[in-house]
């Protein structure tokens, strides 16, 4: 038989074969199996079908990779075939193919080297499935929780808008308190060159303050893809706090921290870690609201625990209810007037994405401590 021949299976010999085609069509799952010693191919209806060839067409290895596997995919497409000739090793890879129209599908490949005893691959067989609902599915579910932890980064900061506001208006005013000194030290009959000097190094260093508070605001209200970089969490911690440090004068909270200058850098998302920071801050200094409370006094740490950065963030506040404590990182569950309940729900998706966890524990006088851990670098 030729290289290049191709052997249908169609139904009509058996139920059974009827039964397995329709499963096919119904999973959108193709069987196909190659011969290594004499090139010859088989492949079942489903396979032409999910591939857009006619039944009956000629089909070699190359010629799918010619015509179908997108390009960007078909140097590892080779690779790994090459790699299961060469290890006798299983295949399981998920590739994009490309039809006539440009339109694109994504199709996943699970496979198996047939060995004889002489230790050669003498066939292959496999599945493929077309996954491209699924992939398309997944894709908007990641789309929508993007958009969803952006909403949950303005609704938070929304809740700081006017303690930031104060923070960027000091500078500001500092700024042109100096700007008008200075003209006043330039228009006397003996200028006053040093004073002048002096006010403007204030006036630099006043807009630099400035311009670092919009940063943060502006890098934790953006809206991009998530980027994952070595980054120092002591780093995203204090630039938290930075934000959050007006809110805590005006509700009279006191900061004790505590971060280990050991603790090797993590590999994450900036935007999204910041979050979670900020929610977990936000939460501890509204928990602390109120005239029940004791003395408000906010302790954020850091350290290095074997393999992994473990972030503390403890409250003195009245507590969580002991009936609301399953449910906290529940999504849309809020003991909060007007909260959406999503702040915790997200961060515990965002830690669990970067191979972490986040979790809650009372404190035996009152207020909680929550904890996360995200993986270091070795």
């Excluded at 992939?135 to 958009?147: L, V």
């Excluded at 809110?247 to 998302?269: H, I, K, N, Y």
């Excluded at 408000?296 to 403890?314: G, Y």
Aim: glycine content about 6%; hydrophobic content about 40%.
């Amino acid at each position: 038989m030729a290289a290049n021949q191709v052997t249908l299976w169609r139904a009509g010999a058996s139920r059974t074969e009827r039964y397995l085609a329709e499963g096919q069509r119904l999973s959108h799952t193709g069987s196909w199996a190659e011969n290594k010693i004499t090139g010859e191919v088989f492949w079942s209806d489903e396979m032409f079908r999910i591939f857009a060839y006619e039944p009956g067409t000629s089909i070699t290895f190359q010629k799918i990779i010619e015509e179908r596997v997108h390009p960007d995919d078909r140097a590892a497409f080779v690779q790994i075939a090459e790699t299961t000739m060469r290890e006798k090793r299983d295949i399981d890879l998920e590739h994009r193919i490309v039809f006539p129209d440009g339109s694109i599908r994504f199709h996943h490949v699970v496979a198996h080297p047939i060995v004889n005893a002489a230790g050669e691959v003498v066939e292959i067989f496999g599945t493929t499935m077309d996954i491209t609902d699924r992939t398309m599915a997944i894709e908007s579910a990641r789309h929508a929780q993007m958009e969803l932890a952006h909403v949950t980064r303005l609704t938070t900061m929304g809740e700081l808008v006017a303690s930031i506001a104060h923070e960027v208006n000091q500078p500001l005013a500092a700024v042109v308190t100096n700007g008008n000194a200075s003209l006043r030290w330039l228009d006397g009959e003996r200028p006053n060159l040093r004073e002048v000097r002096d006010a403007t190094e204030r006036i630099i260093g006043d807009a630099m303050r400035a311009s670092q508070i919009v940063s943060r605001i502006r890098s934790l209200v953006a809206k991009k893809e998530p980027e994952r970089v070595a980054l120092d969490i002591n780093d995203v911690i204090r630039g938290v706090l930075a934000l959050s440090a007006a809110e805590m004068r005006r509700d009279g909270v006191s900061l004790q921290t505590d971060l280990a200058t050991d603790v090797r850098a993590v590999f994450a998302d900036p935007i999204q870690l910041q979050q979670v920071v900020l929610n977990l801050i936000v939460n501890a200094i509204e928990a602390m609201r109120g005239e029940t409370c004791r003395e408000r006094t906010l302790v954020v740490r850091s350290a290095q625990e074997q393999d992994r950065v473990l972030v503390t963030v403890k409250d003195s506040g009245c507590g969580i209810a002991p009936e609301d404590q399953p449910r906290i990182f529940d999504p849309f569950y809020t003991t909060k007037s007007g909260g959406i309940g999503m702040g915790l729900a997200i961060s515990r998706s965002i830690i669990q994405a970067h191979g972490g966890t986040i979790w809650m524990t009372p404190q035996p006088a009152g207020g909680s401590a929550f904890f996360f851990t995200v993986a270091s670098t070795p």
